[in-house]
């Protein structure tokens, strides 16, 4: 199958959501498309692991040809499922503020029953799969902040 859609790792002001919705749109299958569904990660106030205090900023860091890699074979597994027209799948890697979009992902389908389902799939795959670290600078100290969904997230 051929993707406009593409993934990327970008600096920060790098890559717009206009962008990322742009591209799964002017894919030659796109008359076939009755949904687009996007999902934008921003930075939050509240911090992982340290409930008293604030975020003041997060680092993200990556191996980045791996990470390339591991973004194109999601977004290619995910772009085969049923309904599904285009992927496109895009996270910023660089020091970010309170309110900053981190990921960007934008998915073009036959229907919305078949695009929901993916699009979340999509952002816990790019959490656990994808070789993307994130720090968190707090009021209280920085940590590195572990990958795996808590049970907020899975609620």
Known sequence: MEFLGSVGIHPRGGISLEQVIGEVRRH???????????????VREDPV????????????????????QKL???????????????ISIHHVVDKL??????????????????????????????KKEVPIWKKEFTSDGAYWVDNTPTREDRD
Request: hydrophobic letters at 45%.
């Open 28 to 42: 030659p299958g796109a008359s076939r498309a009755g949904a687009l569904a996007t999902f934008t990660g921003i």
């Open 49 to 68: 692991d340290a409930p008293n205090s604030k975020v003041q900023y997060l680092v993200y860091e990556t191996f980045e040809e791996v990470a390339i």
């Open 72 to 86: 194109r074979e999601l977004r290619d597994d995910l772009a085969n499922r049923e309904g599904i027209v285009d």
């Open 97 to 126: 503020g309170v309110g900053e979009e981190s990921l960007m992902i934008a998915i073009l389908g036959s229907r919305r029953r078949f695009v929901f389902p993916i699009l979340e799939e999509a952002v816990e795959r790019v």
